[in-house]
C-alpha cells in the first residue's frame, strides 16, 4: 500500500493505492484499489469538466453543478476513462477497470485487475498527476503519454501470491457466528478422520493444536492453513478486515457459508452501510465453485440474496422449514437445513427429510436457549454434509461439540461458581455487537433462576460507531438487572476508555439506568458482579480481551464448566420446573396413598439433596397421614434452599404436619415467619388463626384474621365495614 500527497495544486489527492493479491470486493481476482480525492474536479465549473470529457472523448451526459452528486457520478466515469487510457498508453490493450463513488462526494475509488506488482502500482500512482494535468488544461494526448511512460518505464515486479488451494476448502463469513461455525465445522471433519487445519481470530490450528496464535482471519491464514503437513480440509474463516485490506487468500473454494450480516465495523475503509457490508461477505460466495455449495442463511435477506451473484448450488439454512428461502433453494435445484418436529433435518438430498438429531442433543443450543447456536449448528452441518462429510460423522460431530472453553472458547461457556448460600452462573462470550449481546443475554436470561438476578459485564471494542455504543448500553440498561461497565484498554482503538463509557452511558440512560460502576478491565468487572450475585443468579460477561485469565480465575475460585446436563438442569429450573417433572406428575396421579410414598422413596432415593424431590416426597408421606414422617423432610427441603413459590407452601405444610402433632408452638413461629413475608394472604391469615387457636391464643387468633380479611377482601359488605371490622379486631384482647 502507498499513500501519495496532494499534487501541486491541491486538485487532486491520490490517498491511497492498495494492491489486493486475492478475491476482493472487486473482482474474483487481484486487484488495485486506488482512492481519489477530486476537490478541484468537484468544484470546477461546468464548462472546464465538459470541456475535460470531450477531450477524453467522454460526449455522454452533462457535468452536473459544481458540489452535486451528479457531479460525482461523472467523476466516476472520468476515471475509469483515464486509468484504460493511461494503460492502454503503457502497452495493456484489455484491463479489467472499475469505479464507484465513496461516500464523500469528491472521492472516487478506482480498482483494476492486476498481474506484476511494480507496473500496478506504478498506475495508481500515475492516476492524480494525469487528472491534476487534465484539469490545469494540458491536452489529454500528452497528459496521459506522461502517465503511460511512468508505468511503462517501471518494472514490472512480483506475481501475486495468491493460493489456489488443492485440496476442499470451506470460507466461513458473517458479522456474527463464523468463529464458532469455523470451530464446529473443523469438529465434523476431524470427527470423520479427515486431517483438518483452520484459521480465526484466535488463530491457525492443525487437528485442534494452536500452532500461530493472533488474528488470522486474513490471507496469511489462509497461506498457513494450506501449507500445514499433511491437512486434507482447509475451513477459514474470512473476516471483512482481511477481504477489504488484502483480498482473500484463496482464489476460490469449495464451500461459502454466511452466517448474517448486521451493523458492525461501519464507518471503516469506505464501508458505511449494511448493504456495503453485506457487499462484502458476498465475496466468498462469488469464489465457490460452480460444483460447490453456497450456505446461507435464510432468515437473513441480504445473505440469502447473495445466491445470485454465485455460480455454485444454493444451501439454505433456517430454523424455520416454511421460511421462503427454503421453498426457494429446493426449487432451484438446492438444499436446506432446517428445524422439522424438533429435529436437525435436511431437504432435497437422498432420503429427504433426512431427520440427523433432535435440537435437544445439540450441546451448543444450550437445551435450545441460544438461537443463533441453532443457526450455527444447521450452517455448519450444511457445509460438511457439501465439503462431503459422512452423514453418521456428522451427526456424531454435532452431538460432541460441546460449548466449553475446550471446543469453542469464548463463546457462551457457562460456568457454576460459588457464592454464599449455593452457586451462581457465569456465562463468557465475545457478544462484541447488538445481535451479539442481545444473543449472550437471551442465554443468561434462559438461565437466571426463578427470582433470581441477571448481571452484566458491559463493554466492547473502541472501534463501534457512538450509534452502535450507545445501542449496546441501551440493550443492556433494559435487559439485565444490575450492570457494570468492563473495559479492554487493549482494545480501545483510538478512543479513550472515558469516550466510550461516556456512549455507553448514554445508552443506559435511555433504558432509565442513571448510574453504574466502571472497572479497568473485564476481570476485575466479573469479580465485582460476582460479589453481588447470590444462588441462582447468572453474571454475563462480555469478554475478548482476558479470556484466559478469566478462566483461570474462575477455575482458581472453584468454579467448574457445565456440561449437557447441568445447563439442562438450569434452564428447567428457570423456568420454574424440574428435570423430573414428568416423574412428579405421575406420582400424583397415583390414587393409592401408600403406593405414591413408595413412588416417592423412589424419587427421593434417585435425586439426593435435591430440595424440590424432598418437598413432594415429604407431601406423599403428609397426604398418607404420616405427619412424623413428613416433618424431617420439609425441614431437609427448606434446608437445601427450596425457591418460592414452592418454598412457602413447604412451611405451611410443616406448619400443618407439627399442629397434627401438638407441636403448636413450632407451628406458631413457622406460620408466623410466612405471615410476615405475605401479609395480605387471606389463607395464610386463616391457617395462622388455626394454629394460633391451639397454641392457646383464640383471641389472637380471631383479631389476626379479621385485621386481614377487613383489609384485603373486595366482598361488598367488608368494604362498607371495613373501617369498622378494622377498629374490632383491633379492640380483640385489649
Not at 498506475?123 to 487534465?134: D, F, N
Not at 438446492?334 to 428445524?339: I, L, N, Q, S, W
Not at 415429604?618 to 414422617?629: F, L, R, S
Request: proline share 5%.
Amino acid at each position: 500500500m502507498t499513500s501519495h500527497d496532494a499534487e501541486p495544486d491541491g486538485s487532486v489527492l491520490t490517498r491511497e493505492v492498495r494492491l489486493l493479491e486475492g478475491p476482493n470486493l472487486y473482482f474474483p481476482r487481484p486487484a488495485a484499489k486506488v482512492t481519489l480525492a477530486l476537490p478541484g474536479y468537484l468544484a470546477a465549473s461546468e464548462a472546464t469538466i465538459a470541456a475535460v470529457c470531450e477531450g477524453l472523448g467522454m460526449r455522454r451526459g452533462r457535468p452536473g453543478a459544481a458540489g452535486s452528486e451528479q457531479r460525482q457520478q461523472v467523476l466516476v466515469r472520468l476515471v475509469e476513462r483515464v486509468t484504460r487510457a493511461v494503460a492502454s498508453g503503457a502497452g495493456t490493450r484489455r484491463l479489467g477497470v472499475r469505479t464507484r463513488a465513496a461516500a464523500e462526494t469528491e472521492v472516487v475509488v478506482c480498482a483494476f485487475v492486476w498481474r506484476h506488482r511494480g507496473r500496478a502500482e506504478a498506475l495508481g500512482a500515475a492516476l492524480g498527476p494525469t487528472l491534476a494535468h487534465l484539469l490545469a488544461g494540458v491536452a489529454p494526448a500528452e497528459a496521459v503519454q506522461a502517465g503511460a511512460a511512468a508505468v511503462a518505464a517501471a518494472p514490472p515486479g512480483e506475481a501475486p501470491r495468491v493460493v489456489s488451494p488443492r485440496i476442499p476448502v470451506a470460507s466461513v463469513t458473517g458479522t456474527n457466528g463464523k468463529t464458532t461455525t469455523t470451530r464446529l465445522l473443523a469438529h465434523l471433519c476431524m470427527t470423520a478422520g479427515r486431517v483438518t487445519a483452520w484459521s480465526s481470530t484466535d488463530g491457525v490450528v492443525v487437528q485442534g493444536e494452536t500452532v500461530e496464535p493472533g488474528d488470522y482471519s486474513g490471507p496469511a491464514g489462509a497461506r498457513a492453513v494450506l501449507d500445514a503437513p499433511g491437512v486434507q480440509v482447509g475451513i477459514l474463516e474470512t473476516a471483512r478486515g482481511g477481504m477489504l485490506l488484502r483480498g482473500m487468500g484463496v482464489s476460490h473454494n469449495d464451500v461459502s457459508v454466511v452466517t448474517n450480516v448486521s451493523a458492525d465495523h461501519l464507518g471503516l475503509q469506505g464501508i458505511d452501510t449494511v448493504d456495503q457490508l453485506a457487499e462484502v461477505k458476498a465475496i466468498v460466495t462469488r469464489v465457490t465453485k460452480p460444483s460447490g455449495w453456497v450456505v446461507l442463511n435464510g432468515e437473513d435477506p441480504r445473505v440469502w440474496a447473495m445466491r445470485s451473484g454465485s455460480r455454485a448450488r444454493p444451501w439454505v439454512f433456517a430454523s424455520d422449514p416454511t421460511a421462503p428461502a427454503v421453498r426457494e433453494a429446493l426449487t432451484a435445484g438446492g438444499r436446506a437445513t432446517t428445524v422439522l418436529d424438533g429435529d436437525v433435518t435436511v431437504l432435497g438430498g437422498p432420503g429427504s427429510p433426512d431427520r440427523l438429531l433432535p435440537v435437544l442433543d445439540l450441546p451448543m443450543a444450550l437445551s435450545g436457549l441460544s438461537h443463533h447456536n441453532v443457526l450455527n449448528a444447521l450452517a455448519g452441518a450444511s457445509a460438511a454434509l457439501g465439503l462431503g462429510i459422512a452423514r453418521d460423522a456428522v451427526i456424531e460431530g454435532l452431538r460432541t461439540f460441546a460449548p466449553d472453553d475446550v471446543l469453542n472458547p469464548g463463546r457462551m461457556n457457562t460456568y457454576s461458581v460459588p457464592v454464599e448460600g449455593g452457586s451462581a452462573t457465569v456465562v463468557v462470550d465475545l457478544a462484541h455487537n447488538e445481535a451479539g449481546l442481545e444473543a449472550l443475554l437471551d442465554v443468561a436470561r434462559g438461565l437466571t433462576a426463578p427470582g433470581g438476578c441477571l448481571h452484566l459485564a458491559l463493554g466492547t471494542a473502541g472501534d463501534r460507531t457512538d450509534d452502535i455504543l450507545q445501542a449496546l448500553g441501551e440493550i443492556a440498561g433494559l435487559r439485565a438487572d444490575h450492570v457494570v461497565a468492563a473495559h479492554k484498554e487493549s482494545y480501545l482503538r483510538g478512543r479513550t476508555v472515558a469516550d466510550l463509557e461516556v456512549q455507553l452511558r448514554l445508552g443506559l440512560g435511555r433504558a432509565g439506568v442513571a448510574d453504574i460502576a466502571s472497572y479497568p478491565t473485564e476481570l476485575a468487572g466479573l469479580q465485582a458482579c460476582l460479589v453481588d450475585a447470590e444462588d441462582g443468579d447468572v453474571v454475563a460477561l462480555m469478554c475478548h480481551a482476558e479470556r484466559e485469565d478469566v478462566v483461570a480465575w474462575l477455575r482458581s475460585v472453584g468454579a467448574s464448566a457445565d456440561d449437557a446436563a447441568t445447563i439442562r438442569r438450569k434452564v428447567v429450573l428457570a423456568r420454574g420446573e424440574h428435570e423430573a417433572e414428568g416423574d412428579i406428575a405421575r406420582l400424583w396421579e397415583l390414587e393409592d396413598p401408600q403406593a405414591r410414598v413408595q413412588q416417592g422413596a423412589a424419587l427421593y432415593a434417585a435425586h439426593p439433596g435435591d430440595a424440590r424431590i424432598a418437598y413432594e416426597y415429604g407431601g406423599t408421606h403428609d397426604n398418607a397421614g404420616h405427619e412424623a414422617e413428613a416433618v424431617p423432610l420439609y425441614e431437609e427441603a427448606l434446608r437445601l434452599g427450596l425457591r418460592e413459590p414452592l418454598r412457602h407452601r413447604a412451611q405451611l405444610q410443616l406448619a400443618s404436619s407439627l399442629r397434627n402433632l401438638g407441636r403448636s408452638a413450632e407451628a406458631l413461629a413457622v406460620v408466623d415467619e410466612v405471615a410476615a413475608r405475605h401479609p395480605e394472604s387471606v389463607g395464610v391469615a386463616a391457617f395462622r388463626a388455626l394454629v394460633a387457636h391451639d397454641a392457646g391464643d383464640p383471641t389472637g387468633a380471631l383479631r389476626g384474621l379479621l385485621a386481614v380479611v377487613a383489609a384485603t377482601s373486595t366482598d361488598p359488605d367488608v368494604e362498607r365495614y371495613r373501617r369498622a371490622l378494622t377498629a374490632y379486631a383491633q379492640q380483640l384482647g385489649r
